[in-house]
């Protein structure tokens, strides 16, 4: 990572060339929402064989006095539902970028065998990594009380119950596995960061090279001492004739607080301001209704996802509860991202390998 020092701007020691697509993106993740809302492709129904299988493979890891995170692919063995998982982890990669698969029934299972078998399903798609500087490889979304994150930097949306605007998280794929659902509200809404990429070149090719240029993205307190507190990226950026994209307005917003950033141009603040409109557009967006034992996969590289504000049940024990995976999968190696992620990944790694505390116990 780039060090800051005094008041020298990043932005400036950043590259300035750009090259800017002059074609659509195009390919199987430029979908749009309201073609697919209806189509049962993005969804995958475990039947009842499969779930003995997960089952099964749980009681083979159990055998073998693995705890949660001890388990490896060759701990949670399935034979048959293991290669529909590699073929889901293809799409992920290299096609719609999205997967919803369904029927764990997690009310029999109870969390911590639930977690489990998530942890291995997991391991078929790729390597689960840091979610923050605490080391945390799997994350508990659910309200802490903690509603002031415009005001308190420290907080993350996932702890609120408020709306959380059009993001990505910093890994190739991340996925939730739904234990509880609210109340009402928390509907999950996903776009394609690559139909908007067109959308944007179609009706205004003005904004798009501002969108392929360096943004200043912030840590929110979870960068290591000696680090600037905020890193370098693009929102959009082709590396090896594969298209990324990194989007999250709010951090981006956030990191305008360093002395260390320049301003942001107009031309970027109305380029991010009509990618975030693109992304909340009902032609565009997909909305999805969690239920208990859905388990959501996304491409960071390709989609942004948001959530709609919710009310939670007065019980504890009824409240909104996700358990969240980042993972790196093979495909994207840092070799195959652009240099600026394979920093980030990096940067991640050490998340991992200097971890401050484990939220989530051994299970």
């Known amino acids: 990572m780039i060090i800051a020092s005094g ?30 809302q209806t189509s049962a492709d993005w969804i995958f129904h475990l039947n009842e064989l499969e779930i003995l299988e997960l089952e099964h493979a749980f009681e083979n890891a159990r055998a073998q006095g693995k705890t949660t995170y001890d388990i490896t692919k060759t701990d949670f063995p399935l034979h048959g539902l293991g290669k529909k998982l590699v073929s889901i982890r293809f799409e992920l990669e290299n096609g719609p970028g999205l ?4 029927g764990l029934p997690v009310a029999k299972w109870g969390e911590d ?11 078929y798609l790729g390597e689960p990594v840091a979610q923050n500087m605490m080391g945390e490889l799997l994350g508990h979304v659910q309200a802490a009380g903690l509603e002031n ?3 308190n930097h420290k907080v993350r949306g996932y702890q609120t119950t408020v709306h959380l605007p059009f993001h990505c998280d910093k890994s190739d794929v991340v996925g939730l596995l739904c234990l509880q659902v609210a109340k009402s509200g928390g509907t999950s809404n996903i776009s394609s960061a690559v139909t908007i990429h067109d959308q944007i070149l179609q009706t205004r090719p003005d904004l798009l090279a501002a969108l392929y240029e360096q943004f200043a993205i912030d840590h929110r307190g979870e960068e290591f001492p000696g680090d600037a507190p905020f890193y370098m990226a693009p929102t959009f950026a082709m590396h090896k004739g594969r298209f990324f994209s990194r989007f999250g307005m709010k951090y981006v917003e956030s990191a305008q607080r360093y002395e260390q950033v320049d301003p942001l141009s107009p031309l ?7 990618f975030n409109q693109l992304a909340s557009r009902n032609d565009i967006r997909l909305d999805m209704e969690f239920k208990p034992g859905d388990i959501q996969f996304l491409n960071n590289h390709l989609m942004v996802h948001s959530r709609t504000d919710y009310e939670d049940w007065p019980e504890p024990e009824l409240r909104r509860h996700l358990i969240r995976i980042l993972l790196f999968t093979p495909s994207y190696s840092d070799q195959n991202v652009p240099p600026e992620f394979a920093e980030l990944n990096f940067f991640i790694r050490r998340w991992g390998a200097e971890p401050r505390v484990s939220m989530l116990a051994n299970s």
């Open 7 to 36: 008041k020298q701007s990043l932005a400036k020691l950043m590259p300035k060339q750009i090259s800017v697509p002059t074609n659509p993106v195009g390919g199987p993740a430029a979908w749009m929402g309201s073609k697919i």
């Open 99 to 102: 997967k919803l698969i369904r």
């Open 113 to 123: 065998k639930s977690t489990a078998i998530f942890w291995g399903i997991s391991q």
């Open 149 to 151: 994150w415009n005001e």
């Open 268 to 274: 970027q603040i109305e380029a991010m301001a009509y």
